[in-house]
């Protein structure tokens, strides 16, 4: 029987049994038409694919798979790929962050039910590499991380477009009449030309960049283009090392240590990466045990330079980053601020991994010393207005209203702000505060991406372009704009968003981290006595279980009974 460090592998608990249940296992086995020394006594490589139709980001991970497989197979592995459910941007409703603890459970118990000494994780679009990270986490047998990788840069007759970003920008102009009927169809076939994840450093980017800055992905894998061959060849490389991890031994729990995980945060200020990647990341630290607190978010972000010249908050694409050098070549430029020792599943220490880095561009990723800005990209607010925090991705905000006061126009929910936006009437000026209610993981419910308020039609018309946004929701990696998130608590539960009104004068202070409600503390306190939450959108099933456990966004919106904090 194989051993592992004296230990039996654990598949052989399964079918290396002298026992009627063994026999029975090894024989609906074979039912497959394997015969039985293809994978007696060989480590069983679990492929856990997020392949779906519904998920046009992850729609190539069945070939990726089949990349996986055949590098299992040359280290003299067993490979057995399993769908879980896939969460797909575009198409759920109300919003996939509502499924990632659900997708995180699915692939934690997929993993621990089954026979399998390592599993290699097949993700993509930007809930499924932290639902997967999340359940890998908790199973804690041997895992590796394999993007899907962001798809071609977009392209509208000589313009590169981004998706997200630049679809977007182009709406703004296609409302107020500057893009026609005929060019909008034509942009609508050419910003998404192939599968993979979006193609800015958007969620799907970032969390698959911070899987690698983790350790979970062997060094370059995050950011190869989904149509390019080498992501195959990645693909492959990482089944054989597959092998090699359930033989070693090597877990998730000693890869995505404290050390780790402030290595992610500290690359995804570097990358200028999605306000997203704070939740998750709160997520993930919470199912290993690592208490991390929101404020440290800030105090990496303080001494970390954004060197990632890439859109929302930069100019390039995936596509240039990766062909500049990619991610290795922003890690090894912020090395003296990382953990280089950090274990990866390399089986090496992140420094060693970094060593033949090299970068091919320099506009697209500056140097630590020429950063783009010297602090991070997204940044930690508190104050009267978020005594638990909110977040704010400065390097994709408005540079003239960092510092900003101004009176508040309330929209109650999603629902009244969708009404409202396009009304050439709406009382606002480039000096309002837009504040939208009522949307965070238990008010919406499921934290959806609804923080990036749409620019008021009546302003665009006169040209203006940003203003200050506020509200309990999250944003899409891909958007952009002065757009404060997260705030917390959230106002369905009480927190002080819910008792602002229109005409109430508000000040954000991103250089001092302030965010406040210009109000004596008395009036605050007075209306707050009288906020009466509303009754909860779901009594049963899923929906009902995650308003009863969700927590809220400072500590990552993962169920209280998943986390080990
Ligand atoms: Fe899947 Fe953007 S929609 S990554």
């Given at each position: 029987m194989t051993k592992l460090n004296g230990k039996k592998l654990r598949s052989q608990e399964w079918w290396g049994q002298p026992n009627y249940e063994s026999?029975?296992?090894?024989?609906?086995?074979?039912?497959?038409?394997?015969?039985?020394?293809?994978?007696?006594?060989?480590?069983?490589?679990g492929i856990c694919n997020s392949w779906s139709e519904l998920n046009n980001c992850n729609a190539h991970l069945r070939i990726v798979a089949e990349a996986v497989k055949r590098g299992v197979l040359a280290a003299g592995g067993f490979p057995l790929e399993f769908p879980t459910i896939s969460l797909g941007e575009m198409f759920m409703r109300p919003t996939t962050m509502l499924f990632r603890n659900l997708m995180a459970m699915d692939v934690e118990e997929s993993i621990r039910a089954n026979p399998l000494d390592a599993v290699v994780l097949l993700c993509g679009c930007d809930k499924t590499t932290p639902?997967?990270?999340m359940g890998a986490a908790s199973a804690d047998i041997p895992a590796i991380m394999v993007p899907g990788g962001p798809m071609l840069s977009g392209q509208w007759r000589d313009r590169m477009l981004g998706s997200g970003t630049d679809g977007r920008k182009l709406f703004d102009l296609f409302r107020t009449g500057k893009v026609s009927e005929e060019q909008w169809c034509e942009i609508e076939g050419g910003i998404s030309r192939s599968a993979g994840h979006c193609t800015v450093m958007g969620t799907a980017s970032t969390m698959t960049s911070l899987a690698e800055a983790l350790g979970m992905t062997l060094p370059g894998s995050a950011n190869i283009p989904a149509p390019d061959s080498r992501r195959l060849t990645m693909a492959e490389m990482s089944g054989r090392r597959a092998v090699e991890l359930a033989l070693e031994d090597l877990r998730p729990s000693q890869i995505m240590t404290r050390q780790a995980i402030e290595n992610a945060i500290t690359v995804?200020?570097?990358?200028?990466?999605?306000?997203?990647?704070?939740?998750?990341?709160?997520?993930?630290?919470?199912?290993?045990?690592?208490?991390l607190r929101l404020d440290e978010f800030d105090a990496i972000s303080r001494r970390t330079p954004y060197i990632a010249n890439v859109k929302p908050s930069g100019e390039y694409l995936m596509e240039d980053f990766f062909y500049a050098g990619g991610?290795?070549?922003?890690?090894?430029?912020?090395?003296?601020?990382?953990?280089?020792?950090?274990?990866?599943?390399?089986?090496?220490?992140?420094?060693?991994?970094l060593e033949k880095a090299e970068c091919f561009r320099r506009e697209v990723i500056r140097t630590a010393a020429e950063p783009l800005h010297p602090e991070g990209g997204t940044v930690i607010l508190y104050g009267n207005l978020a005594p638990d925090g909110a977040v704010i991705k400065q390097t994709a905000a408005s540079a003239h209203l960092l510092q900003h006061t101004g009176k508040a126009y309330v929209f109650e929910t999603y629902d009244q702000m969708r009404s409202q936006i396009d009304s050439m009437d709406l009382p606002v000026t480039k000096d309002t505060v837009l504040v939208m209610k009522n949307c965070g993981p238990k008010g919406a419910p499921g934290f959806p991406e609804w923080g990036h308020i749409p620019m008021p039609k009546v302003l665009l018309s006169q040209g203006i372009s940003d203003v200050v946004r506020i509200s309990d929701a999250r944003m899409s990696g891909t958007s952009f704009g002065t757009v404060v998130l997260h705030t917390a608590p959230e106002s369905a539960l009480g927190g002080p968003l819910a008792i602002v009104q229109t005409g109430d004068e508000i000040r954000l202070d991103v250089a001092?981290?302030?965010?406040?409600?210009?109000?004596?503390?008395?009036?605050?306190?007075?209306?707050?006595?009288k906020f009466t939450p509303a009754p909860p959108k779901y009594d049963r099933g899923y929906g009902r279980l995650f308003?009863?456990?969700?927590?809220?966004?400072?500590?990552?919106?993962?169920f209280d009974f998943l986390r080990k904090v």
């Open positions: 026999f029975a296992r090894r024989a609906w086995m074979r039912s497959e038409g394997f015969s039985s020394d293809f994978f007696q006594n060989k480590p069983v490589i639902a997967q990270l995804d200020m570097a990358i200028g990466g999605s306000t997203n990647a704070v939740v998750h990341l709160l997520a993930i630290a919470g199912r290993l045990g690592v208490d991610l290795p070549v922003v890690m090894k430029e912020i090395l003296h601020l990382l953990h280089g020792d950090a274990m990866t599943v390399s089986g090496k220490p992140l420094r060693e991994n001092g981290r302030q965010l406040e409600l210009c109000l004596p503390a008395a009036e605050i306190s007075q209306r707050l006595q308003l009863e456990h969700v927590t809220q966004a400072n500590l990552g919106c993962d």
